[in-house]
């Protein structure tokens, strides 16, 4: 889950730790729901060839610190962000309803490490 200030933003986000994993990403999903993301480490340009639906695009930092946000981000585009460590891929829309700023420091918590 990924929260920010203690507050859950996405509960179910899936990582993408391993070049495999990176490189499959969203691919063949046919979408997400708003609860649900992507979270890509050691990753800091991504791309949308081939996907079937928008996403909004969340550039971290190595301690998660917002870099860059881009919203609806639709097939066939390319997003890079210089100095991101990490990128979350939610459903289009969660960076507006979420309110997520650059400048915002957001925390992975894994299902065991709930409070």
């Given at each position: ?39 890509l480490t050691a990753c800091g340009s991504v791309h949308t060839v081939g996907m079937r ?63």
């Amino acid at each position: 889950m990924i929260c920010c200030d203690g507050q859950m933003l996405w509960s179910e986000v899936q990582m993408a730790a391993s070049f495999l994993d990176r490189l499959q990403g969203l691919l063949g999903k046919a979408g997400l729901s708003d609860q649900q993301g992507l979270l890509l480490t050691a990753c800091g340009s991504v791309h949308t060839v081939g996907m079937r639906f928008p996403i909004d695009v969340i550039f971290l930092d190595a301690e998660l610190k917002i870099l860059a946000c881009h919203p609806g981000v639709s097939a066939w585009r390319m997003k890079s962000c210089r100095g991101a460590r990490t990128t979350l891929e939610v459903a289009a829309g969660g960076v507006e309803r979420h309110g997520v700023v650059p400048g915002q420091r957001l925390t992975w918590r894994t299902a065991q490490s709930r409070p």
